[in-house]
């Protein structure tokens, strides 16, 4: 079964830092991975989707990454701001359209 | 993306009781899906809707406990049965679409 982990479980950055996420999957046999962003007792909010062919997608200061083989995937934020901070979720697609999300990062970025 | 509208948003219900809540999309899908994200946890898939046939399950989830409905091809419901404390949680549909799942706003669900 596929298990999908987030390191670190919560980070508190200052704001204007860069900073990186990390979302580990044990099954490297994906189709897509999808990074997300979940505000306080709110529903999810789509960041970007990398299909398993792509090393990577960029959008605004956001840059995710993908190693399949690896089963690696970083979430990069440049220039921080109070605004990012939120819990963010990775989830993998494997087969018969299952979704295995990550337990999530809670990030804190002071102002 | 296509656009999700869930209701209610939130509820607070006796314990007992069940909650009925409500997947709007704007668009035509062939599946929905309904998670639960119980207060710490990540999500957990709880069903996957097709319209014109029975929900599928996930191991630990049954369907007298979470009966689903789809009648047609933008609308799904998901009921929460005979509610304990237990299942207070924030409860999400979703749609896949060619660029991803997108996500309803949530119900934040409380049984007290």
């Known amino acids: 079964k596929q298990e999908v982990t987030q390191i670190p479980a919560a980070l508190s950055v200052p704001e204007g830092e860069n900073l990186v996420l990390n979302c580990s999957f044990t099954d490297s046999a994906i189709y897509n991975l999808q990074w997300f962003r979940q505000d306080p007792g709110k529903g999810l909010t789509s960041l970007l989707l990398i299909q398993s062919s792509q090393r990577e997608q960029t959008s605004g200061r956001l840059n995710a990454s993908l190693d399949k083989s690896s089963g690696r995937s970083t979430l990069y934020i440049a220039a921080s701001q109070p605004g990012d901070s939120a819990t963010y979720l990775c989830?993998?697609?494997?087969?018969?359209?299952?979704?295995?999300f990550g337990s999530g990062t809670k990030l804190n970025v002071k102002p | 993306s296509a656009v999700i509208s869930q209701k209610p948003s939130r509820d607070i219900c006796q314990r007992g009781t069940s909650l009925t809540i409500q997947c709007q999309v704007d668009?035509?899908?062939?599946?929905m899906f309904w998670y639960r994200q119980q207060p710490g946890q990540s999500l957990t898939l709880i069903a996957t809707?097709?319209?014109?046939?029975?929900?599928?399950?996930e191991s630990g989830f049954v369907i007298d406990k979470f009966p689903i409905s789809r009648p047609n091809l933008t609308f799904s419901t998901l009921t929460v049965s005979n509610m304990s404390p237990e299942d207070s949680s924030i409860y999400l549909c979703?749609?896949?679409?060619?660029?991803?799942?997108?996500f309803g706003s949530g119900t934040r669900l409380t049984v007290v």
């Open positions: 809707a097709n319209q014109g046939s029975e929900a599928t399950y």
């Open positions: 979703s749609v896949e679409e060619r660029f991803g799942y997108t």
């Open positions: 989830a993998v697609r494997g087969n018969f359209n299952k979704f295995y």
């Open positions: 668009s035509q899908v062939t599946m």
